[in-house]
C-alpha cells in the first residue's frame, strides 16, 4: 500500500505533532479520510505510530512528551511537575494533567505510564508555561501551582507539601503560592499552618 520511502516520509511529517488525529494523516498524505484510517491502522500495527487513546496517535514513546497535548487545555502538574522542577526526587508512576475539560475517561496508560486528568475550575487555570522538553515543546505548571494542584486534587498531602516548601525556601515564591491558594480559601488557611 505505502512503500519505505513514503512511509518515513509520513511518519517525519508527523514528528511535528506530538498528538495526531486522522485528520492530520489525512493533510500530511493529502488523502481522504477513509484512506487514511487504513493508513492509520497499517502504520499503527506495524508499530510505527501508537495510539493513545481512541482516535489520538502519536509517534513518541515518552509519555512526558504528550501528556500536555491529549486535551487542550491542559498542562502537566503534582508529582511529575515537581520532579521536573527538582523539587522531589519521587518518580512519579503517575503524570497529572491539569485541564478544564471534563473527560469521561480520567485516567489512560501509555507505555506503562498512567495520565491521569485533573479538572480544575476555569479561574485556577494558570502558573504554567510552555516549555522545552527533548525536541518538544509541553506545558508544565509553574512549582507553586504545582503544589496547589497536588493538594486539590489530593495526590499531595499537606505535609508532603509543608515538607516541599520548607526544604526549598529559595526555589518555592510563598506570594505565588498562597496567590495560587486564594480561590481555596480553606487549603490556604490549612497550608498556612502547615509551613508556619
Known amino acids: 500500500m505505502i512503500g519505505d520511502m513514503m512511509q518515513a516520509k509520513i511518519v517525519n511529517e508527523l514528528r511535528r505533532y506530538p498528538v495526531f488525529t486522522v485528520k ?7 488523502k481522504s479520510s ?22 489520538k496517535y502519536t509517534v513518541e514513546k515518552d509519555p512526558f512528551m504528550i501528556a500536555s497535548w491529549i486535551v487542550w487545555p491542559s498542562y502537566i502538574s503534582s508529582w511529575a511537575a515537581l520532579n521536573y522542577h527538582k523539587l522531589t526526587e519521587q518518580l512519579p508512576f503517575t503524570i497529572h494533567v491539569a485541564t478544564t475539560r471534563k473527560r469521561k475517561k480520567k485516567m489512560i496508560s501509555f507505555m506503562h ?7 480544575i ?34 495526590t499531595l498531602s499537606l505535609p508532603e507539601a509543608g515538607d516541599i516548601i520548607k526544604n526549598n525556601p529559595q ?25 508556619r
Open 121 to 154: 475550575r476555569k479561574s485556577a487555570f494558570q502558573g504554567f508555561q510552555k516549555i522545552r522538553y527533548l525536541d518538544q515543546e509541553i506545558y508544565m505548571a509553574e512549582k507553586e501551582k504545582a503544589l496547589i494542584d497536588g493538594l486539590i486534587s489530593q
Open 171 to 195: 526555589k518555592i515564591s510563598r506570594r505565588k503560592l498562597f496567590a495560587y491558594a486564594r480561590p481555596y480559601k480553606r487549603l490556604a488557611k490549612l497550608l498556612k499552618r502547615e509551613i
Open 24 to 30: 492530520e494523516i489525512a493533510a500530511v498524505m493529502q
Open 34 to 55: 477513509n484512506y487514511s484510517y487504513l493508513v492509520a491502522y497499517r502504520l499503527k500495527k506495524a508499530g510505527v505510530i501508537h495510539e493513545i487513546e481512541k482516535g
Open 113 to 119: 505510564t498512567k495520565i491521569k486528568f485533573i479538572k
